[in-house]
């Protein structure tokens, strides 16, 4: 069954370095996403992407942030200085239509220090 | 704004036990509910969904309700087993839109 991967699993990084973390949606998805949850805290939406554009963003999703598909496979979300409350672990997603069910990468558990 | 509130965990239960994991929610409008559970090591995966009052979601013996007069959406099983044990992730969304709005998580773990 096609499934969603993300890598690494676990990155640690020092305060105002840059990072970025990797994801390879289903192939024949359109929409693609990206949340996190800080320990302890709901899981949180970020950004979606469509068409190389960015669809919707939260207020978390500032100019730190940015999404990128390089390539016809991979989805890459940037954070260009890590702060360390951006420690949390991102989940990618994807999904074949904006309103159809989003299915989810294992995450990346971002440790910044 | 939007929200989903879960009963904290962990939840402990024997195997064979009755499940309920309370998820309540705020919203302004008619969204659809759903149910995510992570399994160790894996991404999340939609357990079941419900898109109108009153309708019951259900899978793999778990099922939920849309109660629009509580606005609740409970996540109930009537036998649990040693691989439930996982983390259970109410959410709601309207529509079209991309975004799940998500609870924090609820963590069962089921002894044998």
């Known amino acids: 069954e096609p499934e969603v991967t993300q890598t690494p699993s676990h990155q640690v990084t020092q305060m105002g370095q840059e990072v970025i973390l990797r994801c390879v949606p289903i192939?024949?998805?359109?929409?693609f996403y990206w949340y996190r949850q800080i320990l302890g805290q709901k899981v949180e939406f970020l950004v979606s992407?469509?068409?190389?554009?960015?669809?919707?963003k939260s207020e978390i999703f500032d100019d730190q942030f940015s999404v990128e598909r390089p390539d016809g496979s991979n989805f890459t979300l940037k954070i260009r200085s890590t702060k360390l409350e951006d420690s949390a672990m991102y989940f990618c997603?994807?999904?074949?239509?904006?309103?159809?069910?989003?299915?989810f990468g294992p995450g990346t558990r971002l440790t910044v220090t | 704004g939007d929200s989903v509130t879960q009963m904290e965990g962990p939840v402990t239960l024997s195997e064979e036990a009755f499940l309920t994991i309370n998820c309540t929610y705020t919203?302004?409008?008619?969204?659809?509910l759903f149910w995510y559970v992570q399994y160790p090591g894996e991404g999340l995966q939609l357990l079941l969904k419900?898109?109108?009052?009153?309708d019951k979601g259900s899978n793999k013996g778990f099922e939920a309700t849309y109660r629009k007069e509580t606005t609740s959406f409970h996540l109930e099983k009537g036998s649990v087993q040693v691989s439930d044990s996982a983390v259970y992730f109410c959410?709601?969304?309207?529509?079209?839109?991309?975004?799940?709005?998500f609870g924090k998580g609820t963590k069962l773990s089921v002894k044998p």
């Open positions: 997603a994807s999904s074949w239509e904006s309103g159809s069910e989003q299915y």
């Open positions: 192939s024949n998805h359109l929409y």
């Open positions: 992407f469509y068409n190389n554009e960015i669809s919707e």
């Open positions: 919203a302004t409008g008619y969204p659809s």
């Open positions: 419900a898109t109108k009052a009153d």
């Open positions: 959410a709601l969304k309207y529509g079209s839109q991309g975004n799940l709005i």
